[in-house]
């Protein structure tokens, strides 16, 4: 079946320092991720994507792994700020525009 | 360049009523899709349309459709509503099929309140 999770519903670091998130996923098959932010009365937008042929992929301040192995995969957000707070997700794309979406972690920023 | 409209933003209906929501795409974009959003469930997909053709559905009961319009833009129709059908919706756009990314844009949602 389909199935993406998240790991933590809430996340909460300090302003400046490195977020992680993660998410994992049950089908072996699935070979294509993205990750999306959805600040408060917004929709989803995209961060970045990696597909299974890849181990990493770097976007601007932020870095996605894929773990084929365990079925896992993070996004890493360098240097928090403020407006890094939302709620990411991480979503298989199973073809013809269809995403899957895990639950999503709700990332909250201290000053 | 706009992006993704959706009318209305919000609405209240009570059950057993009919809603109409609509979604005009960024400019150029033909595919369409729509998902729901709900605190308990999280995102999840409707149905996606391209060319006027809906090419995937979702797990949702058929109380619940959509279609496209020639210049792409896209209303999806609930019918006999319930009261768990209160919930975000939000549409998505994307480039034709051959671009076959997960790059949707999404509008900002019609937050809709079943009493």
């Known amino acids: 079946g389909e199935s993406v999770g998240l790991h933590l519903p809430t996340l909460s670091v300090q302003e400046g320092d490195n977020s992680i998130i993660n998410c994992a996923y049950s089908?072996?098959?699935?070979?294509?991720f993205i990750w999306y932010k959805q600040e408060s009365g917004k929709g989803p937008q995209f961060i970045i994507d990696i597909r299974s042929n890849m181990d990493k992929r770097q976007g601007q301040r932020v870095t996605v792994l894929l773990n084929k192995t365990v079925k896992h995969l993070s996004l890493q957000i360098a240097a928090t700020q403020p407006g890094d707070s939302a709620v990411y997700f991480c979503?298989?794309?199973?073809?013809?525009?269809?995403?899957?979406f895990g639950q999503g972690t709700r990332l909250t920023i201290n000053p | 360049k706009a992006g993704v409209t959706q009318t209305p933003r919000y609405l209240i209906k009570t059950r057993g009523q009919q809603v109409t929501l609509s979604c005009s795409p960024i400019s150029g974009h033909r595919s369409v899709s729509w998902y729901q959003q709900t605190p308990g469930q999280g995102l999840q997909f409707l149905f996606e349309y391209f060319s006027e053709t809906q090419r995937n559905k979702g797990n949702f009961p058929g109380r619940f459709s959509g279609r496209q319009f020639s210049n792409s833009r896209s209303e999806m129709n609930v019918s006999t509503l319930e009261l768990g059908d209160s919930a975000l919706y939000l549409c998505?756009?994307?480039?034709?099929?051959?671009?076959?990314?997960?790059?949707?844009?999404f509008g900002e949602g019609s937050r809709l309140t079943v009493l």
């Open positions: 979503a298989e794309n199973q073809g013809a525009q269809k995403l899957v």
């Open positions: 998505a756009s994307s480039l034709p099929p051959l671009a076959n990314t997960g790059e949707l844009f």
């Open positions: 089908n072996s098959a699935s070979d294509y």
